[in-house]
Every structure is written in C-alpha cells, then in structure tokens.
C-alpha cells in the first residue's frame, strides 16, 4: 500500500460552505442587471412617493436581519428546494407575462401599478435562485428576512384605494364619537359633520395609510425581534388597525374642536396639513406599551417552592 500523498490539494470546508453563496451573488447580479431599468424605476418611485418611500430600506432591513441569522443557515440540497424553485420561477414569469400582455393592450397604468408586477417578478425569480442554490433548509432559517422584502413592492392603485376608504370610514366614526361625547353639537351626514361654526369633510387623504403601513412594517419588525410566539407577533400586528382608526379619529376630533373653541381658521394651519407626524408620534405610545405588555407575558414565571 501506497502512502497517501499529503501534497495534493483538498476542498476546504470554508470553499465547500461558500460555494453556494459565490451561485447565488452571481444569479442575483445577474438578474439585478436584467432588471436594472425596474430598480432604477423603484428608486425613483420611492424617492418621489409618501406612501412608497419606504420601498429603499426594505432590502438594507433585510440583509441585516439575514446576517443576523448567518450561523443558522445550513445550505445543501433539501427536499421539495426544486419544487418551490420551480413554483416562484413561474409565478415570476408569469407576473412578466401578465405585464407584457397588459401593456401590448393598451393599459395605461401608474407607476405604482407598473413596479407592483415587475418587482414582484424579480422577487420571486430570485427566490427561485435562492432555493436552487442554497436549498429549502436554508430558505426557511431566511424566511422572515426574505418574506420582509415583500414590502419592496408598491401597492397597486385599486388595493390603495380600497385602504384609503376603509379607513377614511371608519376614522370618521371614530371622530364622530370622539365628538359627540365631548359635548359638542354635531350633525353628521355621511362623512360631512356639521359643527358649530364650520362644516368639515373627511377626505380620502385623511385615511393615514401612510402612517398605518409604516406602524404596521413596525409592528412586524418589533414582533420578529422581541417576542418569541406566533401567537403574541399576530397580535401586536394585528392592533396597528384599530390604532391607526383611534390616530385618525382623533387627530380630526382635535382639529374639529380647536376649530370650533379656539380658532375656525386651524383648519387651513400646518396641524391639519403636516401634522401627521405629531400624531404618528403619539400612536407609538399604547403600540410601546403592548410591545412591552406582550414581553411581560413571555417572562418565565418562578414557580414558588
């Protein structure tokens, strides 16, 4: 028997472990190249959106939630990695199909109706590399990073309108009782409530989407860091609806009644117009406070001797 031959050169584990990684930033450059137009387009849209602004974050959120988890993820081949490949490839393509057919009809679309199909079709192309060259083991120690990126992608114009409804509604019931039970005489048709001295409107603009989406991309963000159940992370993400109808309510409960017992002319002042913030700021009390109730509950309690 012949002694074994030190000299020759064997695979290293860190080349064995990097390998896949090396795959896959090599098909997400790629494909970023191929859609370079879209990303240039995506930042522009952000850039010049308030709903949308959110968009440039996104992916620098999730690289360091991903990194976080770097020591987690166990790459290789697993069962079903082709078939989920396989699956997103498609819905990618088809997300593109259904973009070229659209436009050779003459769709006339917004911007944001645009990027919704686009950006979709490049999130789910590279999930499909992802699963071809790390495995689905590895996608699901990465599924909130990746999941989170969903957030990249505009809303289309007929789900922001339907959002702005629902809650330009239910924010004006919520100040119609927030007034009436101030005292103050209200006659409300509709959404038009007739005070004392002024009439006011709640305009689809006073819904707050923006305001909601971004406590609700918290809401998430918090859950996934600082609770440990399902259950707890439903919840805290769940109340962003009913708070952002009691910010609303009561941000036009607060304009109505300075209008009427202070000064009917704060509602043309900076409070109505960029007051957003202010509010927003306030919501984030009662949404700190269940962070913080919903921590409490997971404390493991000492069980007396």
Request: with cysteine.
């Amino acid at each position: 028997m012949e002694p074994n031959d030190m000299s020759q050169p064997t695979p290293t584990a860190a080349g064995t472990v990097n390998r896949p990684w090396i795959n896959l930033g090599i098909f997400a450059g790629v494909l970023t190249l191929l859609f370079a137009k879209t990303m240039v387009d995506l930042a522009r849209h952000a850039l010049s959106s308030d709903l949308h602004s959110h968009a440039l974050l996104i992916p620098l959120i999730s690289v360091y939630l991903g990194w976080q988890k770097r020591g987690e993820v166990r790459t290789g081949s697993s069962p079903g990695s082709q078939a989920w490949a396989a699956l997103f490839a498609l819905g990618g393509l088809a997300a593109l199909a259904a973009h070229w057919v659209l436009m050779a009809r003459g769709w006339q679309p917004r911007p944001n109706d645009v990027l919704c199909l686009t950006v979709f079709a490049y999130l789910s192309l590279l999930a499909a590399g992802v699963f071809v060259c790390l495995g689905a083991r590895a996608m699901r120690t990465l599924s909130f990073p990746w999941a989170f990126l969903v957030f990249m992608i505009p809303l289309p114009t007929a789900a922001v309108d339907a959002i702005e409804v629902f809650f330009q509604h239910a924010s004006a019931e919520a100040a119609y009782l927030l007034i009436a039970a101030s005292g103050t005489p209200i006659l409300r048709t509709g959404l038009e409530f007739d005070l004392p001295g002024i009439s006011i409107r709640v305009g689809q603009e006073c819904s707050g989407i923006r305001s909601s989406l971004v406590l609700f991309i918290t809401s998430l963000l918090a859950g996934h860091m600082l609770l440990r159940t399902q259950w707890r992370r439903a919840i805290l993400a769940a109340a962003v609806i009913p708070l952002g109808i009691i910010r609303n309510g009561f941000r036009i409960f607060t304009l109505a009644i300075l209008c009427v017992h202070v000064d009917v002319d704060i509602i043309n002042s900076p409070l109505h117009h960029r007051g957003g913030p202010l509010f927003f700021a306030l919501s984030l009390v009662p949404f700190l406070a269940l962070v913080a109730f919903l921590r409490y509950t997971e404390r493991p309690r000492v069980k007396p001797n």
